[in-house]
């Protein structure tokens, strides 16, 4: 059956996050907004059949706008083809489970997941700090963790958790994310040293072309990133709150033009996620 849409450059994005999902139709021409955002409460009970429901919610208020067009979705964990593997800041019961069918089974649409911090690296690519960059791009987000994402002459390498890296016997984001800075009470004087052994770090690992700083604490990057002495040239993000739900479009329509050759069983392990 033919989608159904006003324009197939508009995919709805929705960014599911630990307080509030938030959507919006993406004019992937521009990657801008064609209508307001609209932005519901996180389930306190977030199973993955109460945060469908909000889902459904989202995708009635722009039923008008996006037609039968495919959804993307982000989500704070690794979607390993349509499998989230495990998952902290959600409800368990979506870990193990192929989120993707049993999102398409629940709301009736074909869904496209991916992890949050994939979702800004793309939305920053195309649109934001790094647009039209030909080379290897490593965005950060530095926020309660460190996110990450590597994209290649424009193509995501997925799921990488580059704030995971060990550091002198330390988890880096246990040593080097922002709210450890908060936590610790550092100056960013003091924050930026911790910060530069992680880059360097990094740099050395992958030789990236450009670092693109995100996360909150990115409005604030005139007061540490020129306290950093790299190779690469590091810019923060721009793309901001926005960048969830255009990443999350972007690899909505992705999917369309190179669908996942892997993703053919349903994971035997999956449980019912009623829970």
């Known amino acids: 059956m033919p989608l159904r849409c006003a324009s197939m450059s508009i995919i709805l994005g929705i960014d599911v996050g630990g307080s509030g999902i938030k959507g919006a139709p993406v004019d992937l021409e521009t990657g801008e907004f064609t209508a307001d955002r609209l932005r519901i409460p996180t389930p306190e009970k977030s199973t993955p059949k109460n945060v469908a429901r909000v889902m459904a919610q989202i995708i009635e208020h722009f039923s008008d706008d996006i037609g039968d067009a495919p959804i993307g979705l982000t989500i704070p964990a690794p979607v390993v083809h349509g ?29 496209t997941l991916v992890n949050d911090a994939d979702a800004a690296g793309l939305a920053e690519v195309h649109f934001g700090a790094a647009k039209g960059h030909p080379g290897l791009v490593i965005l950060t987000t530095l926020g309660t963790g460190i996110g990450s994402a590597i994209i290649h002459r424009g193509v995501l390498i ?30 960013y004087a003091e924050w930026a040293v911790r910060l530069q052994r992680y880059y360097s770090h990094v740099e050395m690992l992958f030789s990236p072309d450009l670092f693109v700083v995100g996360g909150g604490v990115s409005k604030d990057a005139d007061q540490f990133m020129h306290l950093l002495k790299l190779r690469t040239p590091i810019v923060p993000a721009v793309m ?15 999917a369309i033009e190179h669908p996942d050759m892997l993703d053919t069983t349903v994971n035997p392990e999956a449980t019912d996620p009623a829970v």
């Open 240 to 254: 901001r709150n926005k960048a969830g739900i255009v990443g999350a479009a972007l690899a909505a329509r992705d």
């Open 83 to 111: 499998v989230v593997p495990f998952i902290a800041n959600l409800h368990k019961s979506w870990t193990g489970i192929h989120a993707e069918k049993f999102l398409q089974d629940a709301l009736g649409r074909s869904f």
């Open 158 to 187: 997925p799921n990488a958790e580059l704030g995971h890296l060990e550091l002198d016997g330390h988890d880096a984001e246990t040593r080097a994310a922002s709210s450890i800075k908060d936590k610790e009470g550092l100056s």
